[in-house]
Every structure is written in structure tokens, then in C-alpha cells.
């Protein structure tokens, strides 16, 4: 069965993009079958996969002004994915998807506008193991779409004072699309990232946070460490597992792909 997960936070710098790249990338490495959606108009995601936004054919962006547009569309969803040399696949993005979430504010069944481009004209279930949506920092529309699309959300979080006091606001949104667009939506866990084990604040965050929110939520074992690989590798176009394979950013990494198909 295919899974379709958001990585969500409406706090940026939290290392969403990060972790879609290198989560589905490790999972393809388990012999996974992969898509990553690109949800953010900055198209981080796109970029860091090696594609440049302005001169890429067709995006997420025509595909969701096709749904609203053209809702009876038999468009063949293959000309919207580009596959990526480590075996991965993407729906890429680009500025054009900011026109989008204005135009969604008018359309029809506004909120299923990206599962009905998924499943209606991408057909992804059954086609991918796992579809991961690499969602962008707000909690507007396209968040909306992505997690009335999804079937369970991972939320990375740094532990820090103003990340961690935000996760109120995107759980209140995440119980609100459970209760009126997606009942079945699920929270998978949160995974920690960018964490510097050298320090002491870091070290007590991390504990506050299982301790807030481990009760109702599963918090990672695996803490993703703070490391200048992960910045650099974007630049290449690569994942970690190609750019640095031996780092210790990597390697959690790796660890966090087999944590996560424990429990999804």
C-alpha cells in the first residue's frame, strides 16, 4: 500500500527539505519505490535535487492549476515526475506555485486540490511505496492540501525554545484538518534534527520535548546531529548518501529510515 507522508512544520530551518531528500533516498536504498512532492514555491527541494526551477518543463504547480482549471482532465500524470539519478523520483516546483495558493483560495473543494492531482491524475497509490510531501514553513493552503493528502505527517523539530513552542500551533492545525477535511490523518512522529549534542541546552531540549509531548506523540530515538555536510550537500544535487556517505549526519539518517519503517 502506498503511504502518503507530509514533513511539515510552519517554522522554517527546521531541516524539512533535509530530511524528504534523505529519508526517501535512504528508503530507495532498502529497495523502496519513491516520490517526493515539492510543496513550496521557494522549491528548495527541487534545487537541492540537482533541477533548476526556471527551466524545468512542467512543475506542481501546472498540475493543480489543471485540477481547479480542467477538474475532468485525463492528463497523463508521468509528464508532471522527473527522476532523479539516485533513483528517486519528484514532482518539482517553483515560484509559480505561490500564484497557486491564492488561486486555491476560490476554487472548489479547495483542500483535496493536491490529493485529487495525486491520486486522480498521478495515480500514485500503488505506483510508490512511499510519496513524501516536502511541505513549506506556513500553515496556509498548500499545508492544508498537503496534509489533507496525506495519510501521516512527520514533523522535524530543532530543539530550541521557539521551534518547540510552535509545535502548539501546528498540532492545533493538524487536529483541525483531522476533525473537518482528513479523519484519517495521523501524526508518524517527531524527529529531532540539527542538534548539537555538544551542548547542554541541546541535551535538555531534546529531554523537554519527549517530556511535553512523548506522551501522546512518538518522538524519534534518532536525533539527526547538526553537521556542515548537510548544508553543502544541496549544492551538489546530491543526497547525503552520495555527497559524504561516511558523515554522521548520514549515518542518522540511514538509522532514522529503518526507525521509521518500524513503526509506519
Do not use: W
Request: charged share 20%.
Amino acid at each position: 500500500m502506498t503511504k502518503v507522508i507530509a514533513v511539515c512544520n510552519q517554522k522554517g530551518g527546521v531541516a524539512k527539505t533535509t530530511s524528504s531528500i534523505n529519508l526517501g533516498i535512504a528508503l530507495v536504498r532498502q529497495g523502496k519505490k519513491v516520490l517526493l512532492v515539492d510543496c513550496d514555491p521557494q522549491a528548495s527541494l527541487t534545487t537541492s535535487l540537482g533541477f533548476d526551477p526556471d527551466a524545468i518543463g512542467t512543475t506542481l504547480a501546472d498540475g493543480l492549476r489543471l485540477v481547479i482549471e480542467h477538474p475532468d482532465s485525463n492528463c497523463c500524470g508521468d509528464s508532471f515526475i522527473v527522476s532523479h539519478p539516485e533513483g528517486v523520483d519528484l514532482i518539482p516546483s517553483n515560484i509559480a506555485l505561490a500564484g497557486i495558493e491564492l488561486a486555491l483560495v476560490t476554487a472548489m473543494s479547495r483542500e483535496y486540490t493536491l490529493k485529487r492531482f495525486l491520486e486522480g491524475i498521478c495515480e500514485v497509490k500503488g505506483k510508490y511505496d512511499f510519496v513524501l510531501i516536502d511541505c513549506l514553513p506556513s500553515l496556509g493552503m498548500l499545508m492544508q492540501n498537503a496534509l489533507a493528502a496525506s495519510d501521516e505527517a512527520i514533523i522535524p523539530v530543532v530543539p530550541n525554545y521557539l521551534s518547540a513552542t510552535g509545535m502548539i500551533q501546528l498540532l492545533d492545525t493538524i487536529k483541525r484538518i483531522k476533525l473537518f477535511i482528513n479523519s484519517d490523518l495521523k501524526i508518524l512522529g517527531i524527529v529531532l534534527t540539527i542538534v548539537d549534542k555538544r551542548t547542554n541546552i541541546a541535551k535538555e531540549t531534546v529531554q523537554a520535548i519527549r517530556d511535553e509531548f512523548g506522551s501522546d506523540i512518538r518522538v524519534f530515538d534518532t536525533l539527526i546531529p547538526s553537521a556542515v555536510k548537510a548544508a553543502e550537500a544541496p549544492i551538489s544535487g546530491k543526497s547525503l548518501f552520495s555527497y559524504d556517505p561516511t558523515s554522521k549526519v548520514t549515518k542518522a539518517y540511514e538509522l532514522f529510515s529503518s526507525e521509521f519503517l518500524e513503526v509506519v
